[in-house]
């Protein structure tokens, strides 16, 4: 059984932002930003709806413009304000709304809302996956917050590991 289903899927990007991404390792912020952006395109391809989410929403501070670009036109970035993205009203009705019941987390931090968002979104009745290296905590926080979701029940894969288990064979350009 694959790990999610591509027509069922929703990605949802959290807090990918400079003062979350500056509290990372120096060398881990490319990569994560780039793994973040390649899934993004994967989802648009796939015309997989995306949810995005920023602490403190402003038009100075909402998310990383390299990922913002991403973003289809007319989407919303909701703004945050709890642990958990299923205690919100607006992002929980946005999800609701979507009817898609595999929910794909990346962004950050892996240990908090990344942690606290799978497993009550997997406690709501969602499959859960989360993408190992497409998500991020300062040291030794992320593996922590993997660790803390893998005893609950989230499926934390790598990114060949999940786009081969759930989407079948594809092409995206320049990828």
């Known amino acids: 059984m694959p790990l999610i289903e591509r027509s069922n899927s929703v990605l949802v990007v959290i807090y990918v932002q400079d003062n979350f991404l500056n509290k990372l390792a120096l060398h881990e912020t490319p990569m994560l930003v780039s793994r973040i952006g390649w899934l993004m395109q994967v989802a648009t391809v796939l015309d997989i709806p995306m949810i995005a989410t920023a602490e403190d929403v402003s038009d100075e501070v ?4 390299s990922l913002k670009a991403l973003l289809p036109q007319s989407q919303s970035i ?4 709890v642990f958990s993205l299923h205690e ?10 979507l ?6 987390l990346v962004g950050l931090e892996t240990d908090v809302c990344i942690a606290h968002s799978a497993i009550e979104l997997l406690d709501a009745g969602y499959r859960v996956c989360v993408i190992e290296d497409a998500t991020g905590s300062p040291w030794p926080h992320h593996l922590a917050g993997l660790r803390r979701m893998e005893q609950a029940g989230v499926a934390a894969p790598i990114p060949r590991a999940f786009i081969s288990s759930g989407f079948g064979t594809f092409r995206v350009q320049g990828m």
Do not use: F, G, S, W
């Open 62 to 65: 909402d998310m990383r413009p």
């Open 78 to 81: 909701y703004n945050k304000l």
């Open 88 to 97: 919100q009203d607006d992002i929980r009705e946005a999800l609701e709304k």
């Open 99 to 104: 009817d898609k019941r595999d929910v794909v």
